[in-house]
Every structure is written in C-alpha cells, then in structure tokens.
C-alpha cells in the first residue's frame, strides 16, 4: 500500500462525496481506489485501440446473393491497407468460406471486419483481433535483427 496526498478543489470533493454517498461508500480511500482503477480500464481501452494488431476474418456467404460477391470485393480493395491475405473455399454449389487476415490499427481492423460481419447474407462471420506490438513491425530477411523481442520470444 502507498499514501498519497491529492490535492481536490471543493467542488470536485463535493462530487465525490455525492458519488460516494449514492453508491454506499462508507470510506472515502476505497471509493477514490475504485475510480481510479475505472479510469485506468478505460484508459487501457482507448491506448488498445490505437494500437495495433492482426485480425483474423472468417465468414461464409452465398456467391449468388444479389451483389453481395462485388460489394465484398470492393470493400477490401477500398480497405487493401488493412488486408494481408486472404483465402477463398467453395464450400460448395452455393456457399463461399472466405479467411481474411487483417493488419493495421486495432480500432480500424475491428470496424472494417464488423462492417463485412454485418453485410446481409454474410453468415458465421467472427474476427479474432491478436495484439501485435511494434517490435514485430519489421521485414524478416531485408535485415539483419536488430529488433527487440519480448523476454521468451524467438525471431
Ligand atoms: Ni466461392
């Protein structure tokens, strides 16, 4: 445990007092600790998405819907940036699997992979986001390595 001194001003002290009056606070410690630890997930949320990190696209539609084949295609065109790879099954007569990795800025590979997710006629669609921090940003074989992995990590 560490003491710290905080300086408030009356009115954020009255705030808190109010907060902690409509929550059942009894001690003031326990209620500024819990605030703090809400501020700091939220904080944690908003770092997490301008970090980066690969996603992993997978749905199945059906070839024949009406335009959805060329409105698909002209989504990851119109986001190449953020697209990889990406692997194209016939399932069969009708059904198309499509696997899609996806790279770039968390909160903008989320977004594109929830927009292909939400086109009608696309189904089973799911993306798995893996964070992937800067040290991996780099070109294996352009280089020699140089870069720093994490502790247990191997190139
Ligand atoms: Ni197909």
Do not use: W
Not at 132 to 154: C, I, K, N, R, Y
């Amino acid at each position: 445990m560490h003491r710290v001194t905080v300086t408030l001003d009356d009115e954020l002290m009255g705030e808190l007092d109010r907060v902690m009056a409509a929550r059942g606070y009894q001690n003031r410690s326990e209620a500024i600790r819990d605030l703090a630890r809400a501020g700091l997930r939220q904080a944690n949320i908003e770092a997490g998405a301008s970090a980066r990190c690969v996603g992993v696209l997978s749905y199945v539609y059906d070839h024949a819907a009406r335009d959805l084949a060329r409105r698909l295609t002209s989504a990851f065109h119109d986001h190449h940036d953020l697209t990889v790879s990406s692997m194209h099954v016939h399932l069969d007569h009708d059904n198309c699997l499509e696997v899609s990795v996806l790279k770039g800025p968390t909160a903008e590979v989320q977004r594109f992979a929830e927009s292909v997710i939400a086109e009608r006629s696309v189904r089973h669609g799911e993306v798995v986001l893996i964070p992937a921090d800067e040290a991996h940003e780099h070109g294996h074989g352009e280089h020699p390595h140089h870069h720093h992995h994490q502790d247990g990590e191997t190139g």
